[in-house]
Nanobody
Framework: QVQLVESGGGSVQAGGSLRLSCAASGYTGNYRMGWFRQGPGKEREGVAAIRSDGITRYADSVKGRFTISRDNAKNTLYLQMTSLKPEDTAMYYC??????????????????????WGQGTQVTVSS
């Protein structure tokens, strides 16, 4: 049973920074992982994702501001968020998938690429 537990959310002012963490357990082998978010009244969207070989992909809206990384020894995924904007306000979800084959990086931000999800952590950015 794969379990994903997010932490690190909170309230910040525009221009501030936060680091989200996702502690993963219950799996072995190679996994791709990602961060998604869902703002009020919006669809859940891919923010950043990373394959087991380290290839990353970012949504255009966060490129240059967010950095995804993983510590395989600690089974933890991170999302460093800087220069936060009010439009970044959302519930942020960690996602994972067993990487039986490596999917093209273009697919990394698709919800369908990830069957396992955490409960989410709220990020609120005020202007």
């Amino acid at each position: 049973q794969v379990q994903l537990v997010e932490s690190g959310g909170g309230s910040v002012q525009a221009g501030g920074s936060l680091r989200l963490s996702c502690a993963a357990s219950g799996y072995t082998g190679n996994y791709r992982m990602g961060w998604f978010r869902q703002g009020p009244g919006k669809e859940r969207e891919g923010v950043a994702a990373i394959r087991s070989d380290g290839i990353t992909r970012y949504a255009d809206s966060v490129k240059g501001r967010f950095t995804i990384s993983r510590d395989n020894a600690k089974n933890t995924l991170y999302l460093q968020m800087t220069s936060l904007k009010p439009e970044d306000t959302a519930m942020y979800y960690c996602a994972a998938a067993a990487e039986v084959i490596r999917i093209p990086s273009d697919w990394l931000l698709a919800r369908q690429s990830f069957p396992y999800w955490g409960q989410g952590t709220q990020v609120t950015v005020s202007s």
